[in-house]
C-alpha cells in the first residue's frame, strides 16, 4: 500500500512540473490583470501616498494634545506600511509573470533588463522580510550553506 501511495506522489510531482503553455498564458494573463487592478485602485502605492494627512488636521494645534500627536504617528506608520505592502504585492505579482515566462523559455533567453528587474524584485523582498523578521525579534539561523538566499545571491 505504502508504494503504491509513493510511486502516485511521485507521479503527481512529475505532472505537477509540467509545463502547458496554455495554462501558463492564462495564469500570467490573470497575473498581469492583479497588477493592472492593484495600480487602479485606492491601495495603489502612489494614491496612497497621494493624499497625505497633516499633524494639524488631528486637533490640539503646535502638538499641543499628546492624544493628537499619538493618532498623528499610528495614522503615518500605518499608512507608511500600507505603502510599503502594496509595492511589495505589486513586485510579487511581477515576479510571478516573470517566472511564467522563464519556466517556458528559461532564464538564459530573457534580456538582461529583465533578468535585472527579477534582481531588483528578489533583493526588495529579501530586504522586506530582513526588516520584518528584525522588527519582530526573529532571527535565522546562520549557516555555511545560507550565502545563496541572501540579498539577491541566488540571482547574481
Not at 493624499?51 to 495614522?75: K, T
Not at 500605518?78 to 517566472?99: F, N, P, W
Request: hydrophobic share 35%.
Amino acid at each position: 500500500m505504502l508504494a503504491a501511495m509513493e510511486g502516485m506522489a511521485s507521479g503527481m510531482r512529475t505532472q505537477a512540473v509540467k509545463y502547458s503553455a496554455d495554462s501558463m498564458q492564462k495564469f500570467k494573463q490573470r497575473v498581469d490583470a492583479l497588477i493592472e487592478e492593484l495600480n487602479g485602485s485606492p491601495a495603489s502605492a502612489g494614491k496612497l501616498k497621494s493624499d497625505p494627512v497633516s499633524r494639524a488636521q488631528f486637533g490640539g494645534g503646535g502638538a499641543s494634545w499628546a492624544e493628537a500627536q499619538d493618532a498623528y504617528a499610528a495614522y503615518n506608520e500605518t499608512l507608511h506600511r500600507l505603502v510599503e505592502l502594496s509595492g511589495l504585492l505589486k513586485d510579487c505579482l511581477e515576479g510571478l509573470g516573470i517566472a511564467v515566462v522563464a519556466s517556458k523559455n528559461g532564464m538564459e533567453a530573457m534580456d538582461d533588463d529583465i533578468k535585472r528587474k527579477m534582481i531588483q524584485i528578489h533583493q526588495r523582498t529579501y530586504e522586506a522580510k530582513q526588516k520584518a523578521d528584525k522588527e519582530a525579534g526573529r532571527t535565522e539561523p546562520s549557516s555555511e550553506g545560507s550565502g545563496a538566499t541572501e540579498g539577491g545571491g541566488a540571482f547574481k
